[in-house]
């Protein structure tokens, strides 16, 4: 299933379009067809906030907006307010 937006891979942090599980659509199949993916547990409702801060630092990196980031991430400006502050105090993690 994918959301249709473009993610930091849980695994290898390259951005690519979402499949599942928080893994960019080659990764998914890849660990799919190694039998790993169940290292990596089902997004479920929500994806897990330390997911969407690494997404967001990927994005800021490639020079995207607040605006633009947080319709990528389904959130609101506010909440990319939120890890912009995070990440410059280093309290990500
Ligand atoms: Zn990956």
Same mark, same amino acid.
């Given at each position: ?43 479920? =409702? ?45 309290? =990500?993690?």
């Amino acid at each position: 299933m994918s959301l249709g937006i473009e993610v930091a891979c849980r695994c290898c942090h390259k951005l690519g379009p979402h499949n599942g599980r928080g893994l960019r659509h080659t990764c998914w199949r890849r660990h799919r067809k190694a039998g790993t993916l169940d290292q990596y547990p089902p997004l479920g =409702a929500g994806l897990p906030r330390l997911w969407r801060i690494e997404t967001y630092l990927e994005l800021r990196e490639r020079g995207l907006s607040k605006q633009e980031i947080a319709a990528r991430l389904e959130v609101t400006v506010r909440s990319v307010e939120r890890y912009a502050a995070q990440t410059r105090t280093g309290v =990500a993690a």
